[in-house]
């Protein structure tokens, strides 16, 4: 735990795009397939458009193969979209690929709960499971599956 940067420091805030704030850490029960799950219910970023704030509940599901995101810099990575220009589907979609690129996970799907604007809710999905293991057709599944019994929404 020697080499991150963020945990038990300071805080310094990005106010900008930051996918550089993310950290990881050895899994240590890599014989292991269990989940990670990340509710984040405070997402803000910005319509691209509209310059006008989105906000949001992102859920991040994922199954770690060798290397773990380190919570602190999520949070601080999740905050660095506050400034953000993009449409709900491109920001849960960049945050996919970008924990992608930092763990390498078996499987990982991130899922925006937006509020409305104007009238309409929007609540992007996206998956992966990494090539030639068993977590590719699981995400195929999920995919498939993923809101089969979708709740009911009353708060928004």
């Not at 506050?82 to 979609?93: K, S, W």
């Not at 309409?120 to 993923?146: L, Q, V, W």
Request: aromatic share 14%; hydrophobic share 30%.
């Amino acid at each position: 735990m020697d080499e991150l940067k963020s945990l038990g420091k300071d805080t310094g805030y990005h106010f900008s795009y930051s996918p550089e704030v993310l950290e990881s850490f050895e899994n240590k029960h890599q014989q292991n397939d269990y989940w990670v799950k990340f509710n984040c219910p405070e997402f803000t970023s910005l319509c691209p458009i509209t310059g006008q704030p989105d906000f949001a509940a992102i859920y991040i599901s994922y199954i770690p193969d060798i290397k773990m995101v380190e919570s602190k810099s999520l949070k601080l990575y999740l905050f660095s979209f506050r400034n953000h220009g993009g449409f709900h589907e491109d920001c849960v979609n960049i945050i996919m690929k970008d924990l992608i690129r930092l763990m390498d996970p078996r499987y990982i799907e991130v899922w925006g709960k937006f509020t409305p604007r104007g009238g309409i809710s929007i609540d992007p999905y996206c998956n992966y499971g990494k090539p030639g293991t068993k977590f590719e057709s699981f995400a195929e599944y999920r995919m498939i599956n993923h809101d089969l019994s979708p709740e009911k929404i009353d708060n928004r």
